[in-house]
């Protein structure tokens, strides 16, 4: 501030020159403080001038690409609007192969009032059936942005990412070295919290950016389900040159782990945390060595010793290994723990289900067909395979149930970048942001999709072409079509977040960067600002509700592939008759 002349009173005049307001900024606010020491008074605050900000635009794409027969959307911003705006799609030699105008989509607000702080336009470009290489060039009021590069191709989704997204299980592995990202660690899993009693529970994966366990058993599951509804296309593309199957290595990596985690009474041994206080390489959290008192605990799960994750499990992978007896053993010993204990879920069809297709035995004939009584619709995805196992039929009760849940999705991502929020157009939240009181934050990958393998089970049944592009639009948000222009799956696209919330880094992986490995998202930041936020600070360890990895969104992503595929070869058989 500049200080100009005192008068006799004491008082003197402040003024501030060259202020420039950062791009996007929609308000200004004025804060008046003073030393509490010290008697001051304020009078007459008021601000005078003419703020000009340079003109911007800005174009986001998928940085992996588009299905050669899909649909192919993407999203452009500016801080003006615009009289004229068009847009190219540029092959590699630089030449245009087709043109159009953008669609104006105004500006995003969220639930709470907050403006995002720029115009939106949307481009569709579904004509371009060409396979090849592409950029796209807007043009608002001769003002131009060229966007990173993407491809077109049949089956991109599932030959560029499914490998990459299980690879990433690998190097999650504890148990053992993963050359260049740690040591064999924690080889001394684990004790029950007094350290009274130990189990062999070395083995599993990572879950995230730290270096805990928990059970894993919902990723052996969500891996084997893949497998078991892919087995035809992953046989005939995954299999290496001696003849073994990564995907089904890391399913049976996973699982010998989920194994072990169910008791010899058939309930589950808990969690396997040391919490998060631990920042350094994994082979040092402990000596490595069993009964030395510095193991990692087993601690009661917030369900209790509900096994019913681990059982499910163990069923599938079970079944996808033809009849493997250890699995065998454990599922069955699980769902009879289950069974005592009353539980009646979906992962207790699921479970009694597979057993009736790996055995043939009757009693688990009658089980699924009392527990279906129970919870059938529950879980479409296991009455469809219920349906498959007893040649039933509840395809009307399905499509009626998907479809009316695909229409509210529908609903829920009317704004410009057709990402689903927690709310409906008129009052979106986009971030699922509390009003006022604090709550775990966490990005939206898991939430989107989630949404994809629903929205592709709803098509499956009901082939509304508004449920594919729902589809497309949210795995473009996941691959840059989104607020920062990155790629929220690493190594996929060509931007990316400067740094990752993971452990690694201090293991020497640069920015703690793990192949592969989906960030939890965009998310909000404060209570009551329902404002997209990625941390691009660049720190070695960032904000762990956006940039951090987790497991969970790795597999939901496997799972959206997957429903994905089936969508596209129910399309080509179409074609074909």
């Known amino acids: 501030l500049h200080a100009h002349s005192k008068d006799n009173s004491g008082w003197a005049q402040l003024s501030k020159d060259g202020l420039v307001p950062p791009n996007s900024s929609s308000w200004f606010k004025l804060i008046l403080s003073s030393d509490s020491t010290s008697v001051t008074w304020w009078d007459d605050a008021h601000i005078e001038g003419n703020f000009e900000v340079e003109r911007n635009v800005?174009?986001?794409?998928?940085?992996?690409?588009?299905?050669?027969?899909?649909?192919?959307?993407?999203?452009?911003?500016?801080?003006?609007?615009?009289?004229?705006?068009?847009?190219?799609?540029?092959?590699?030699?630089?030449?245009?192969?087709?043109?159009?105008?953008l669609s104006f989509r105004d500006r995003i607000k969220g639930a709470f009032?907050?403006?995002?702080?720029?115009?939106?336009?949307?481009?569709?470009?579904?004509?371009?059936?060409?396979?090849?290489?592409?950029?796209?060039?807007?043009?608002?009021?001769?003002?131009?942005?060229?966007?990173?590069?993407?491809?077109?191709?049949?089956?991109?989704?599932?030959?560029?990412?499914?490998?990459?997204?299980?690879?990433?299980?690998?190097?999650?592995?504890?148990?053992?070295?993963?050359?260049?990202?740690?040591?064999?660690?924690?080889?001394?899993?684990?004790?029950?919290?007094?350290?009274?009693?130990f189990f062999d529970l070395a083995g599993g994966w990572h879950d995230a950016g730290d270096y805990n366990k928990y059970y894993n058993a919902p990723y052996v599951l969500g891996l084997a389900n893949t497998y078991h509804n892919q087995?035809?296309?992953?046989?005939?593309?995954?299999?290496?040159k001696d003849g073994?199957?990564?995907?089904?290595?890391?399913?049976?990596?996973?699982?010998?782990?989920?194994?072990?985690?169910?008791?010899?009474?058939?309930?589950?041994?808990?969690?396997?945390?040391?919490?998060?206080?631990?920042?350094?390489?994994?082979?040092?959290?402990?000596?490595?060595?069993?009964?030395?008192g510095d193991e990692r605990p087993l601690i009661e799960s917030v369900s209790g010793k509900n096994s019913s994750s681990h059982t499910a499990a163990m069923a599938k992978v079970a079944r996808i290994t033809k009849n493997n007896s250890e699995y065998l053993e454990a599922a069955k010993r699980g769902l009879a723990?289950?069974?005592?204990?009353?539980?009646?879920?979906?992962?207790?069809?699921?479970?009694?289900?597979?057993?009736?297709?790996?055995?043939g035995e009757e009693e688990f004939s009658k089980l699924s067909k009392k527990l279906f009584d129970v919870c059938g619709l529950d879980d479409v995805a296991i009455t469809i395979?219920?349906?498959?196992v007893f040649h039933t039929d509840h395809s009307e009760q399905i499509k009626n149930r998907?479809?009316?849940?695909?229409?509210?999705?529908?609903?829920?991502?009317?704004?410009?970048?057709?990402?689903?929020?927690?709310?409906?157009?008129?009052?979106?939240?986009?971030?699922?942001?509390?009003?006022?009181?604090?709550?775990?934050?966490?990005?939206?990958?898991?939430?989107?999709?989630?949404?994809?393998?629903?929205?592709?089970?709803?098509y499956l049944y009901n082939p509304n072409p508004l449920y594919l592009e729902f589809i497309y639009n949210q795995l473009n948000w996941i691959l840059g079509n989104d607020p920062y222009g990155i790629s929220l799956m690493e190594g996929i696209g060509s931007s990316f977040a400067p740094t990752y919330h993971h452990r690694y880094v201090l293991a020497g992986v640069p920015r703690g960067a793990v192949p592969g490995g989906i960030v939890n998202g965009i998310v909000w930041k404060d209570i009551g600002v329902d404002t997209p936020y990625f941390d691009m600070s660049g720190v070695d360890i960032p904000y762990y509700a956006s940039n951090e990895f987790w497991l969970p969104h790795n597999t939901n992503y496997i799972k959206a592939i997957s429903v994905l595929q089936k969508v596209l070869q129910q399309s080509n058989e179409k074609l074909k008759n």
């Open 58 to 101: 800005q174009v986001y794409v998928n940085q992996l690409g588009f299905e050669l027969s899909g649909q192919k959307f993407f999203t452009a911003s500016s801080n003006f609007i615009s009289d004229s705006a068009l847009f190219e799609i540029i092959d590699q030699n630089n030449e245009t192969v087709y043109s159009s105008s």
């Open 113 to 197: 009032g907050h403006d995002w702080g720029s115009y939106y336009w949307r481009g569709d470009f579904t004509q371009v059936k060409k396979p090849g290489h592409y950029r796209i060039k807007i043009v608002l009021d001769g003002l131009e942005d060229i966007s990173w590069p993407f491809e077109i191709a049949n089956n991109l989704y599932w030959e560029k990412t499914v490998r990459p997204a299980y690879r990433f299980f690998y190097y999650q592995r504890c148990g053992m070295e993963i050359p260049g990202f740690h040591e064999a660690c924690h080889l001394d899993d684990a004790a029950d919290e007094k350290h009274e009693q």
């Open 231 to 240: 087995q035809e296309l992953i046989l005939s593309q995954e299999i290496n």
């Open 244 to 292: 073994s199957n990564e995907i089904l290595e890391e399913i049976l990596w996973g699982a010998d782990f989920s194994r072990r985690m169910i008791a010899p009474d058939g309930s589950a041994r808990g969690e396997l945390t040391s919490g998060w206080g631990y920042f350094g390489v994994p082979e040092l959290e402990t000596d490595n060595i069993p009964k030395t």
């Open 337 to 359: 723990w289950a069974i005592e204990q009353k539980l009646q879920g979906p992962l207790q069809l699921s479970a009694a289900v597979d057993l009736y297709a790996i055995t």
């Open 385 to 388: 395979e219920y349906d498959k």
């Open 402 to 458: 998907l479809t009316k849940e695909a229409d509210k999705m529908l609903e829920w991502s009317e704004n410009p970048f057709g990402f689903y929020t927690y709310g409906p157009k008129e009052n979106s939240n986009f971030f699922g942001t509390p009003a006022d009181h604090p709550k775990f934050a966490i990005g939206t990958n898991h939430y989107v999709l989630n949404a994809v393998e629903k929205m592709g089970l709803a």
